[in-house]
């Protein structure tokens, strides 16, 4: 790519800075943030700098999201870069202070220094399951919000109707909406209410769980066959993933999670790997929910992780890396359905091995440069 064109998202503009191969600045704009404002921005970069242009955002995909969508249609290639190399581009330049124009020059450098971003992708399927995944999270937060206000009224009312009990199961839910219709008083009245919230929101967030479980079930029933990954698990991946293609090596998908190891050492402590705090932090609570469930019951993840410790590995190195294991088999569950789904084959993935552990010859070898996606 001759030119890189870093976009410094807001809700109401966006910044645009245009950069050569070396970070010089060649250009700025400042355009809406609507479809057209787009299509006239992607026709600003082509008439100045001709089709051999990259297009970098950061990843923020609640203000991106549009503009992506937009430049995809319009045949550009579209770079997402993390938050945290942006601000390291802002913090390394000469140029002091912040500003919409000084985040797009530091969006666009970042994606020169990093060869090997991911590259955006939207599909409909994991869109959709996203729109879903966060609408049972956010209905999740409500129903624990609202049952603990309700069990603190209930608390003046009597102690002993206060304590913790399952209240997705029928029963203890009639029980107590038994005894409040007992109580009159302002107090039992508003713990009334709030109680059939808890009510509709539990329901609520049931339903829509199923209905994730049927979209999972068709869309990705390979990760249903690693061990320890449910439906709201598997689909939790699919949606944050959005798309295998766009990672270009397993190696690069394990370090997008933030599960990928990273050097610490110095002179005689050569070796040593430290915790990565970076990365996708939705992904990695979901591989790291999956080697839970394996460390709890018999299986080659948790001879694994007994393996790395009888070795002298402490218990956080091992989790470590029994979660890289994990990645890899994820990655390959979801290249393999990606494959079938190109060929148009429908067959269960009975060629991939259905433990975790994955022979080093089976990943895939590193694909082409950057360069190379257009």
Not at 156 to 185: F, H, M, V
Not at 265 to 293: E, F, P, Y
Request: net charge positive; proline share 4%.
């Amino acid at each position: 790519m001759d030119v890189v064109v870093g976009v410094d998202a807001h809700r109401r503009t966006h910044t645009l800075v245009a950069v050569d191969q070396a970070g010089r600045k060649l250009a700025q704009k400042t355009v809406g943030t609507q479809s057209d404002a787009h299509i006239r921005a992607a026709r600003w970069v082509r008439t100045r700098f001709g089709t051999a242009v990259l297009w970098g955002v950061e990843d923020c995909r609640s203000l991106t999201a549009r503009l992506e969508r937009d430049l995809l249609a319009a045949g550009q290639t579209v770079i997402r870069v993390p938050p945290h190399l942006m601000s390291r581009s802002r913090a390394s330049s000469r140029e002091p202070g912040k500003s919409d124009p000084i985040d797009a020059l530091a969006v666009a450098r970042a994606v020169l220094r990093e060869p090997d971003l991911p590259a955006a992708c939207h599909d409909q399927q994991s869109m959709e399951l996203r729109l879903l995944v966060d609408r049972r999270e956010d209905l999740i937060r409500q129903r624990v919000a609202t049952i603990n206000r309700m069990l603190n009224r209930v608390h003046q009312l009597d102690p002993d109707w206060s304590k913790p009990r399952n209240w997705n199961a029928r029963k203890p839910r009639e029980e107590l909406g038994a005894w409040l219709d007992t109580q009159d008083n302002l107090l039992a009245e508003i713990a009334r209410e709030e109680f059939q919230e808890m009510v509709r929101l539990t329901d609520a967030a049931r339903d829509v769980a199923r209905r994730i479980g049927e979209r999972v079930r068709v869309s990705a029933p390979r990760l249903l066959e690693v061990n320890g990954c449910g439906e709201l698990i598997a689909a939790k991946i699919v949606a944050e993933v959005a798309g295998i293609e766009r990672f270009t090596s397993e190696a690069a998908f394990a370090r997008y999670i933030g599960v990928a190891p990273v050097p610490h050492w110095s002179g005689d402590t050569a070796g040593t790997m430290r915790l990565v705090r970076h990365g996708n932090r939705q992904l990695n609570a979901a591989i790291h929910r999956i080697a839970v469930v394996q460390l709890t019951k018999d299986g080659p993840g948790r001879a694994y992780f007994q393996r790395r410790r009888a070795e002298g590995d402490t218990a956080q190195r091992a989790l470590r890396s029994l979660k890289r294991r994990i990645t890899r088999v994820v990655y390959n569950k979801l290249k393999a359905a990606s494959r079938a789904a190109a060929n148009g084959s429908s067959h269960s993935d009975r060629l991939l091995p259905q433990v975790f552990l994955l022979p080093l010859a089976d990943l895939e070898p590193a694909r082409k440069r950057r360069a190379e996606l257009r």
